[in-house]
Every structure is written in structure tokens, then in C-alpha cells.
Nanobody, 119 residues
Framework: QVQLVESGGGLVQPGGSLRLSCAAS????????MGWYRQAPGKERELVAR???????NYADSVKGRFTISRENAKGTVFLQMNSLNPGDTAVYYC?????????????WGKGSLVTVSS
């Protein structure tokens, strides 16, 4: 059974940093684009950053220059390094990936990791 599991969320002060990780597990042949989305209270889920299998990245304007997405293809893992965090970054962060896994191939979501930026 294919799963995406996030880790690394928590409480951080404004100006601080956090690193999120997401690992794919299951009988996986390959992984295409991986990404991070976030949903703040009362708002719709939005794209934060994504990275293709060949390393092409794109970011939401609100996080450009502060967040960096990366991946380790051999481990089926994607990371989000978040610097200069501000209260506006408070949200549940979700990992997303296109997974190739035979009959289980499809687009998958993790369960989410809460990031709270507060003093």
C-alpha cells in the first residue's frame, strides 16, 4: 500500500527555520513530481513548491527566496527547508506525489504536518 508520511512540523518563532520531510513507502516503481501544499485555517489548500523527477522546481511567490524544495530519488523522499518563517506561514503542510506503483499508481497525499509560527 502506497503511503506518504510527513515529519518535521512544529512550533517555531518568527524568523526561525524548520525542515519538513516526506517519505514514500510501498511497492513503488518510480515517483514523478513531488510537492508541498499548505492549508491555513479558513483558507483553501495552496501550492507551496514542487519539484519534478529531474529537479525542476517552482515556488509560490509568497515563499520564493525563503523556502527550498529538494528530493532524494533513491529514497523516495522530498524535503522543504523553510527559513525566515512568519506567522503567515502557519498552516498544515501536505506532501503530494505522483507515484508509479502498478495497480496503485496515482496521485497521493500525506496526512499533513502542522507548522505554527508564533512568538
Amino acid at each position: 500500500q502506497v503511503q506518504l508520511v510527513e515529519s518535521g512540523g512544529g512550533l517555531v518563532q518568527p524568523g526561525g527555520s524548520l525542515r519538513l520531510s516526506c517519505a514514500a513507502s510501498g511497492s513503488i516503481f518510480g515517483i514523478g513530481t513531488m510537492g508541498w501544499y499548505r492549508q491555513a485555517p479558513g483558507k483553501e489548500r495552496e501550492l507551496v513548491a514542487r519539484i519534478t523527477a529531474t529537479g525542476t522546481t517552482n515556488y509560490a511567490d509568497s515563499v520564493k527566496g525563503r523556502f527550498t524544495i529538494s528530493r532524494e530519488n533513491a529514497k523516495g523522499t522530498v524535503f522543504l527547508q523553510m527559513n525566515s518563517l512568519n506567522p503567515g506561514d502557519t498552516a498544515v503542510y501536505y506532501c503530494n506525489a505522483d507515484v508509479y506503483s502498478g495497480s496503485e499508481s496515482g496521485n497521493y497525499w500525506g496526512k499533513g504536518s502542522l507548522v505554527t509560527v508564533s512568538s
